[in-house]
């Protein structure tokens, strides 16, 4: 009973605080949830980067079943991904239990602990993605388990080989989960030699670990690999691959920037004026005033917070074996973000554990200077404000409204084969499905969407031709073609999020120029509304021609060279 009673009392303030933000919050971006749905459903478990997280979400979906089609009805999709929101949550709480563990094993201060498990709590990229059915909350807590594990155990000799065991596996499993946490396992298994000094039996358990982690992950992969039917060296590279899937193009210093700046704190929508910036956007120009007004405030305080973390780790031997761990960690993490899809928020939770491990020790440390620990809780607070107005409940359930009332006329005339074709994914009746996936129009699978263009990505490079195949398509099956509106405007508003000039590959007014020899009827939903493709035979020629130049490209792309 006394056991119980001071667990309840180290953990009872966080697991409290968890609930109630997670109540009072719905997540602004859901990531790749329903497609990792649709794939479970499929029982296609062949992604590389993700792969665990589907036959371990398939399993919890079938247990789960009989409790989730109380709430969501019959909908195979809606029920896999309430079984995903379910892990995931639950994978966020044992993540809070772990930051408050190891904050507490290093400061010794339970208010410290508690303090710094909140701001995990509410940083942008945890909050969100901890309420979706993405991999990577998952990923991150048996990171944090592992972590937690070596340097508890660091100076446990007698438990070594059990320690090892127990948080290699865990990191495997974080690799298995998201395959990009490969990039923190060289600090997660440096941190009992670099935290406490290099002795014979830290080395050896990092040894240990090392073999540990290595036999899990060929185990895990290894499955993966037999399921996949990998064969050969060019099966292997092919499958891992294939988790690019098709993004090209999204690799910048500023991307980076943003990024990191994004994964703590909501920035609204600064990053695209910010890009836009950047790009000089003809169509909707920024100025630098437009910047230091809305982006550069937040992005200034949070690389404060940073830069406060690492003065005050500088001041003492312990910080500045925190700071090199840290610096382990960024240096590969930061690495890759310059390489591929560097604004991503979830790019940088393979930060957390070291950034919140170097706070709270900041906070503790009897010598760290006062000025930075003020800085450091000013952008918690700040962060705390900014992020919980982004996601409260009444905020995004006006923005689901809004959508619902943008498709409430188009949606009586959609056939179940009928297709619903936006600009971008940035348009919120195509994200409609992916954001809100329990709302009922979504649950009944009327609305089909399709983004026509998806910047960044080799999409782009035959837009068109997709665009012809999806509305042949279509109207084959007996469905019909609807297109937003807005590709008949001859510039885009700002608020539709296209940049131009951000992908050299696909400008407006080819958009425009490509719509505007389409025959529409009638303009359906307001201003903002939808129009339908005519099935006449014009349209039927037009994009049968454009369809057939493709195919033909694509035959003489095979063709070798001579033939």
């Known amino acids: 009973m006394r056991a119980r009673r001071s667990w309840l009392r180290r953990y009872g303030l966080v697991i409290a605080a968890y609930i109630l933000v997670t109540l009072i919050t719905v997540p602004f971006y859901m990531g790749d949830t329903v497609g990792y749905a649709s794939a479970i459903v499929r029982k296609d478990f062949s992604d590389f980067g993700h792969f665990l997280w589907f036959p371990v979400g398939w399993l919890v979906s079938r247990i789960l079943h009989p409790v989730t089609e109380v709430f969501v009805g019959q909908s195979a999709i809606s029920n896999v991904v309430l079984s995903l929101v379910i892990l995931n949550w639950l994978a966020g709480l044992l993540s809070v239990l772990m930051v408050q563990a190891i904050s507490l094993h290093l400061t010794e201060q339970e208010r410290t602990a508690n303090l710094v498990t909140l701001a995990f709590i509410l940083s942008q990229a945890f909050l969100c993605l901890t309420q979706s059915g993405c991999s990577y909350i998952p990923g991150l807590a048996f990171l944090l388990t592992g972590i937690y594990l070596l340097i508890k155990n660091a100076d446990e000799p007698a438990r070594s080989w059990q320690t090892s065991i127990a948080a290699g596996a865990c990191l495997a499993v974080s690799i298995g989960f998201w395959f990009t946490y490969v990039c923190s396992i060289p600090a997660a298994l440096a941190a009992p030699v670099v935290l406490y000094g290099f002795t014979k039996e830290r080395i050896r358990l990092v040894i240990q670990t090392t073999a540990a982690l290595s036999v899990a992950a060929i185990l895990i992969f290894g499955a993966g690999a037999a399921a996949k039917g990998v064969r050969s060296a060019e099966d292997m590279k092919q499958w891992v691959g294939s988790s690019a899937h098709g993004i090209t193009g999204l690799n910048s210093v500023p991307r980076m920037v943003f990024g990191l700046a994004r ?26 005033s437009d910047l230091v007004r809305t982006s550069l405030a937040k992005l200034a305080l949070f690389y404060l917070f940073l830069g406060a973390i690492v003065i005050n780790l500088l001041r003492s031997d312990m910080g500045r074996r925190i700071l090199a761990l840290l610096a382990l960690n960024a240096l590969p993490v930061l690495a890759l973000a310059l390489l591929w899809e560097g604004g991503a928020i979830e790019r940088y939770l393979l930060l957390f554990p070291l950034v919140f491990i170097a706070f709270a020790y900041t906070l503790a440390s009897r010598t760290s200077m006062a000025a930075p620990k003020y800085v450091s809780l000013a952008f918690v607070a700040i962060m705390a404000v900014a992020n919980l107005g982004a996601m409260a ?37 195509w994200a409609f499905s992916w954001t809100f996936p329990f709302n009922p129009i979504n649950r009944s699978g009327v609305l089909n969407t399709y983004h026509i263009i998806e910047p960044s990505t080799s999409q782009v490079l035959t837009w068109r031709e997709g665009f012809a195949a999806q509305a ?23 608020e539709w999020n296209w940049v131009e000039g951000a992908d050299k590959h696909v400008s407006w007014k080819d958009v425009n120029g490509f719509f505007s020899q389409i025959e529409v009827g009638n303009l359906v939903g307001g201003r903002d509304g939808f129009l339908m493709v005519l099935p006449s035979d014009e349209n039927r020629a037009m994009l049968m021609k454009v369809a057939h130049d493709k195919k033909r490209e694509d035959v003489a792309l095979v063709i070798p060279e001579g033939v």
């Open 472 to 494: 042949l398509s279509a109207w084959d099956k007996g469905g019909d073609v609807w297109v937003s509106r807005r590709v008949l405007s001859t510039r885009p508003e700002r």
């Open 263 to 288: 994964s703590f704190i909501n920035m609204g929508n600064d990053g695209v004026l910010f890009k836009a910036y950047l790009s000089r956007d003809p169509f909707n120009p920024v100025t630098r």
């Open 393 to 429: 409940k009444p905020v995004q359930d006006k923005r689901e409204q809004a959508v619902v009332e943008r498709i409430q006329d188009l949606q009586p005339l959609l056939k179940p084969e009928s297709v619903v074709a936006t600009v971008t994914q940035q348009d919120e009746v």
